[in-house]
């Protein structure tokens, strides 16, 4: 049986070990999101642009360009909006968030007309359906 002396040095002991190691919790990973993200390829005879409307930058920023610079930025997901300049187009976004489902969403783009909020919601419902179907990259 150990003695009253032999055991608080030993629990003495024990405890000095165990606050000298350096024992640290591992944070949560924080997701990061960027909520505003526009995507455009360069205008084309099927991907025509509003007259008049440019972009902010001279250069296409697309989802080739995002997909490393989100890596190097540390950013988990982004919302994609569509821009402006190519109309109410929503299916380059739609693409990238197919192609890469835990990377992007898409806030879509609708118009006002009634027969254009249709067609829309027909998108809508066509991307949903071939969400889960492999197809190319548009570039």
Known sequence: MMSRRQFVS???AAG???TSQKTTAQPAKRTIVDAQVHLWKAESEDWKWVPGMKPQMPEPFTIAKLVPLMDQAGVDRVVIVPPSWPGDRNDYGLDAAHHYPNHFAVMGRIPASE????DAAAEVEGAARNARRPRQLQQ
């Open 115 to 118: 027969s254009a909020i249709r």
């Open 16 to 18: 000095v070990a165990l």
């Open 10 to 12: 030993t629990t003495l």
